[in-house]
């Protein structure tokens, strides 16, 4: 991965813990209420939150999970996507639970927690996750470029849905996002040391059996 997204990662993770200590205050319900004006009541936005529904979450990790291990017998791949969008998903759950913060009063109202959206938040793993090995497998410059912004606009896409639908506040779709991203690139940079550290064994390996 590139350089930039480590730092972009510390940032995100520093934002999370802004937004968490501040949620309650003035300028963060005020941010809120306007995102709600903005956002509420787009159906067609709202319509798009099922791109973060667990069903299709679960069934494209599990497309994923097959490919890696029969077409590619990747299994750190496999193992990256578990840590990426399964542990992930268990890491929002506990946070929800611990840091208890309501839902937006709706009419069909939702009896989990808001705070962190788990739309955003495990949305973006899995969207992520997906366009990382998808771009892994081209040579393409244009096209990782074009599977990123999908992945990112998709991501921000599932957010902004749920605000639109009115089951969570901006803060909690925006800190979702930010504790998703720093996830992310926490599992990436662990997949892609152990790929280093893999592959100069091989070659240390290759040497030893095929001396010059």
Do not use: C
Not at 57 to 69: G, N, R
Not at 161 to 171: I, K, L, T
């Amino acid at each position: 991965m590139k350089r930039l997204f480590y730092p972009m990662a510390v940032a995100t993770l520093l934002g999370f813990f802004a937004i968490f200590g501040n949620y309650s205050g003035n300028a963060v319900i005020q941010i809120d209420r306007q995102a709600s004006e903005l956002f509420g009541g787009q159906r067609l936005l709202g319509s798009m939150s099922f791109i973060g529904e667990p069903w299709l979450i679960a069934a494209v990790s599990l497309s994923l999970l097959v490919y890696l291990w029969l077409f590619r017998k990747n299994y750190r791949g496999m193992l990256f996507v578990f840590l990426a969008v399964g542990v992930g998903n268990v890491l929002n759950q506990l946070m929800r639970e611990w840091f208890g913060r309501p839902r937006p009063d709706l009419p069909h109202g939702l009896e989990s927690f808001s705070f962190p959206s788990n739309h955003a938040m495990v949305g973006l793993l899995y969207l992520f996750t997906l366009a990382y090995f998808i771009a892994g497998d081209s040579s393409s410059r244009k096209t990782k470029m074009v599977v990123w912004l999908l992945a990112v606009g998709l991501s921000l896409i599932v957010a902004l849905s749920r605000v639109a639908g009115g089951e969570n506040y901006f803060s909690d779709v925006t800190a979702g996002l930010f504790a998703g991203y720093a996830w992310f690139v926490a599992v990436a940079v662990w997949y892609e040391i152990r790929e280093r550290q893999f592959h100069k064994r091989d070659e240390a390996r290759k040497k030893e059996e095929f001396p010059e």
